[in-house]
T-cell receptor, first 113, second 114 residues
Framework: KAGVTQTPRYLIKTRGQQVTLSCSPI?????VSWYQQTPGQGLQFLFE???????NKGNFPGRFSGRQFSNSRSEMNVSTLELGDSALYLC????????????FGPGTRLTVT | GENVEQHPSTLSVQEGDSAVIKCTYS??????FPWYKQELGKRPQLIID?????GEKKDQRIAVTLNKTAKHFSLHITETQPEDSAVYFC?????????????FGKGTTLSVSS
């Protein structure tokens, strides 16, 4: 099976702009979780989608949002970008959810200037 | 909020030695504890996991132990090799709203010198 893919791999944006990141899970996986990885805070949970429904959300402001499509592909959106949003954004797919084996994508490196 | 503490933050060993990384979690309802290995510039990869109804699990040179009473779990790597050099993350599951999430430790950078 093909692994988890994410696009784009690298992105440079300016403060105040918005950005959309995409994640394609492993075929058959219905759960997609998103994480923000930074050197200072490590891996932090953003939200999880299962069968097009957001099941939970981490402690991030409302500028961070997401959605999942019927083919399980997921997107996350960050509006009104801030310098502190610069990070590696990782998605992970699982057949059932974060309480089972999760497979990470390569990540999208977002730089906000 | 719920958190996972991981120690040490850095660990240097000689090839062939053992390495131990320890994590403590706060949510007594946590029941799934995975360990991920992340090499430089690569994605995290699951190396072993354990559920709360099991005290120990082994996979070749890697083992994980869980003490639910003390709320801590550990990763043990025996006969370390240079290719074991990476950042290791522990995680614990927590319940949020209608689902679960993983809370990660801050990571341990393991360096194995030959």
């Amino acid at each position: 099976k093909a692994g988890v893919t994410q696009t784009p791999r690298y992105l440079i944006k300016t403060r105040g702009q918005q950005v959309t990141l995409s994640c394609s899970p492993i075929s058959g996986h219905r759960s997609v979780s998103w994480y923000q990885q930074t050197p200072g805070q490590g891996l932090q949970f953003l939200f999880e989608y299962f069968s097009e429904t957001q099941r939970n959300k981490g402690n991030f402001p409302g500028r961070f949002s997401g959605r999942q499509f019927s083919n399980s592909r997921s997107e996350m959106n960050v509006s009104t970008l801030e310098l502190g949003d610069s990070a590696l954004y990782l998605c992970a797919s699982s057949p059932h959810g974060p309480n089972y084996e999760q497979y990470f994508g390569p990540g999208t490196r977002l730089t906000v200037t | 909020g719920e958190n996972v503490e991981q120690h040490p933050s850095t660990l240097s060993v000689q090839e062939g030695d053992s390495a131990v990384i320890k994590c403590t979690y706060s949510d007594s309802a946590s029941n799934y504890f995975p360990w991920y290995k992340q090499e430089l510039g690569k994605r995290p990869q699951l190396i072993i996991d354990i559920r709360s109804n099991v005290g120990e699990k082994k996979d070749q040179r890697i083992a994980v132990t869980l003490n639910k009473t003390a709320k801590h779990f550990s990763l043990h790597i025996t006969e370390t090799q240079p290719e074991d050099s990476a950042v290791y993350f522990c995680a614990a599951s927590i319940g949020i709203e209608a689902g679960t999430a993983l809370i990660f430790g801050k990571g341990t950078t393991l360096s194995v010198s030959s």
